[in-house]
């Protein structure tokens, strides 16, 4: 079948990109990226784009095509056919490099290695008396189908206002190590995971697990280590005290009213009454005005000593791995 | 000036990096592409290693011979075979989470083996491993350079001295400098279609070492894989054999267990496949589809909307491997001095005549320790050589005339022909007049390529110039392979001359090594596969 | 007849108890009864560790279970996260272990049956867009409305179920005679998750999303979560401020753009209560010959 691409052309600094067509003739269930590849070969040396192995394992040829994000070897032409033609563009959370082709070391390779690499082999090998189970290493193996396509990063909100946030992409490379159980160095993993950019910035806001193409649920990962940590008594890097400061008022809140007083939450998050108190001046006020807060803390509600209970008992149950 | 230089970030390469690395080397990779978007990230299968209860190393050798067809070398199959159970371990010690029957490893039973013997993970060994290998890579600070296309070893005076390199980024041709090199840039796939072919399959390094003046070895072996997705270049994982795949033909079901060996199965695929068709169909459940198979389904149901749980899959053989390479001995030296290759690029003997499922990536790894080692080795006794500039002078050369000369759609087509010329003259079924036409119009392919260029004079990124130097090395790939098939007047696993339609152990229990020269490919026998054997 | 139990969260009894009695009055006017849950407790709001949060929530499914009533939420955060925990707790090994573990104690028993669903779709599922409809005494007629669904009510998938949810707002804006202004962002997150951790990120997600639905002309936007309504009204002048530019975009909860609809006294709906003033919006309503008062 006969189709055009329009695709993005100019080096990374073209604000006003150009889009330039090729025309090319390729069968119906040819990929995206196979037929981008018949046009550079036949048509444009020029044209730059990224992309290997042609059967979704590399996870190198991740483009917009017609403003969605694709692994293109896997997305055949007919799928992304719109009016006869295919718009590819480079994915937006990266810098361009040239084309279509982006900033792959900014974009993933640096957040990814910024973790320390590698399993920290602890002697939990097969046989003997530390052996794993297979049970034990199922959730690494979904981890582990990551193709740092970087799908996911391109769907997360964070991503979208920060570059700078380590997105799910690199974050489900940590959980492949703390979940690990072959990896002795769980909790000094989740400190680096925890601090400013990582795992407490997260807002869970499930894209990424609805964006990633190989089921690997990233979000779940990201809460999964999340709870991990919290377990581990974790609940913070070391520069952003905060975030934990965030977790003990909510936990403290919840555990004692078997509710949650916002007011209260936010204040001792800032950093207790003093620091926490002047930083929420403006909004308190301004709530007071409206009618919207009231000064006092939320008082008990019926219910708080049984949910009190269930955090006493929640203590004892999951104490043995503190 | 490095201690090491691995060229290619595949798992050969990587695990020569780490081998070399532990042995306190300094060391640095260069990659065409960052390394996990290597071709070996494709892998779904396992590797094969005695590691079950009442398996022997033994027995993986001699179900190595047999498929080999008497042309495996004892020596490398004994110690490979012997070494993979530690090399299996050390890969998941490493971070690798091979499947588990419980506590213990367990493994597949793919074919040709005569027990379960390829430990895997899921659907996606190669995924893993390098994604493991590279995470270990880092971890032991090896150099990067990444979308770095090495174009030539800097060889003066018959030392090496590194490898000359074109960065991507800027077009810049350098000299990466070292004490040691280990060739580990892959196979030559895109010689070949249909094919499982990714785009950097083009035997750059067999390429670089034969114009460097390295023998090759047992280049007439080319293997295809049985089961490839038709249409695409997805191999349809060999696991699925081992949960019971059927292949139908309009004749009947094909199996690969009938005594005939490797080489007649492919054919009689590549027959039902031109009269009509192949399907594969399993007794698969969709768990298992989700489970085992999640990777490959995944993907078959993107390209096609077929769900392999439930409808058959149309599939074709397809070429898949060179089963020779860099002639190399059992520590991975080739014949320059400095000069070590690994993995797919690299003719250990290990392979023989016919390579066994889950034995390529055992020997990527095995080929890939043993030649880090030795070149880490073969660095630390050595003094620093001088670097020499005229290699270098003389690709700045080659590629400024190439950038000033007309390329793209000639390229194509020329390489479209010969992926087709080597299909239909070098594939399956070969004769004397087939080998002979093909070998011609190598030589004259050879002579346009020449005049051909990168159809560009654009730096950065210029996929013009990365097309054009692919073809060249393509087109001295194909010359070895078309020589070599030519001379072997036999019959002998996958290669299968219709002229000379049997075994000839009398006269044929030899390797052939074929050297460049100004007058074409020169074949030499040797009863070893090393250089200087 | 529909009853629901309903699980009015902490933020609709705390900081917007505008969206607590507009809910209320809202559900009288359709004639749906709720009975109040009053003695549960926060669902752990994607905050505490689910290792806590599930028993608490195991909790709240039980005693709705008890009462054999669905459960009704009003916020997607708590949609979200008992819903998740529902879903866990369909697992017979998970849900034998938080009976055993927790709620025996108490001599509560989590059987699995409980279903949990947010006020914007039992006004789709349970009531009915035309009887929605049918009940409109000031259709919002020339009025531009940008839903923000909160990202629970949009995401996961197996938790949120059927497809078509990720567009009730639209559908319910269009019955109550309002016109949809779209932004790309609606499915995004607020920012409020992030606020106290990491206060840029939250107030360039509120700016960039406020902004757009005054980009796009919307009058006002509307969500069914608490959370996002803090986020996007709240701290909106911050947010502006930060991205140097002024927005003033009115937030309505789901409930005050229906209310309104159906005739309800601004007034009681709270809109006086918000941080961004509602006034234009009041004044852009026809006015009603007699203010309804809910029942
Ligand atoms: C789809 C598929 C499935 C397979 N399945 C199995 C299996 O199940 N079991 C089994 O045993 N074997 C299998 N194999 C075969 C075998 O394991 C692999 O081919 C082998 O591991 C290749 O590894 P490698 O490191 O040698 O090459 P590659 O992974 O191809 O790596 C080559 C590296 O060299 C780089 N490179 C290439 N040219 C240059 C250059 N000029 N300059 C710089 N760098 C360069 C590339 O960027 C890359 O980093 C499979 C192969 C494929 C393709
Ligand atoms: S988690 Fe999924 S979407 Fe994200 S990089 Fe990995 S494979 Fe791609």
Sequence with gaps: MELTFNVRRGDGRTKDATYQAYHVDVEPETSVFEALVKVREEQDGTLAFRGNCAVGFCGDCTMLVNGRQEVTCLTTVSKALKDDAIKIDPIPYAPTVKDVMYDAKRFIWDKVNSFSPGVVFNGAGWGGAQAVTDDDLRPVRRAMRCTMCGICDQGCTVIDVNLDFKGPAALTKVYRYVFDPRDGRAKERVVEAGETNGVWDCVHCWEASDHCPFDIDPTHRIMDLRDRSVRLGVKSGTGNRQAARHYNAFERSVENHGWLDERNVAIQSYGGLIKGGLKMMPTGLAALRRGKANLLPHPKRPGASAIKALFARYREVTRTER | MHDVLVVGGGIAGLRAALAASSRGAEVAIASRSHPTRSYSVAIQDGLNAALIAGDTWKAHAADTSAWGDGLCVAQVVDAVCEAAPELVRELDQLGVPFNRSGTALACLQLRGAGTARAAYVDDMAGLVILQTLYEQAVRAGITFYEEWTATSLAVEDGGCTGVIALEQATG??????????????????????PSTASLHCTGDGIAMAYRAGAPLVDMEFVQYHPAVLKGHRLAITEIAWAHGAVLATAGGTVTGDDGAGPGAFLRALQQAADDGGVEMTGAWDADQAKGLFFNTSHRVKQLTGLDMAKEPLPVRPAMHRLLGGIAVDAQGATGIKGVYAAGECAGTGFHGAAGLDGNFLLSSVASGKAAGLAAADHASSTAEPEEADRPLHRDRAMTAKALGRPGGEPLAAMRRELAGLMHGKAGMVRDAGGLQEAARRIVEMKETHGSLGAGSTSADYNFGLAQYLDLGSLLDVAEAIAASALGRQESRGVHFRSDYAARDDARWSVHQLVTASEAGPVLRESPAVAPGG | MNRFAFYPGCVSKGSCPELYESVVQVMGLLDMEVEELTDVGCSGAGVLTSEVSDPINARTLAKAEQMGLALMTICSTCQGVIGAAALRLQDPEYRAFINKEYLAAEGLEYQGTTEVKHFLWVLVEDFGLDELKALVRRPLEGMGFSPFYGCYLRRPADVVGRRERRTYIEKITEVLGGTVVNISGKGKCCGFPSLTINEPNALAMTAKHTGEAKDNGADAMVTPCPLCHLELDGEQTQAAAAARRTIEMPILHLPQMVGLALGLDPKGLGLGRHFVSTAKIVAQLEPVEAAVTAT
Excluded: S
């Design chain 2, 172 to 193: 810049e041709l350098q000299t990466l400098g070292a004490k040691a090199v280990v060739l580990a840039t892959g196979g030559p796939r895109r010689l070949y279609e």
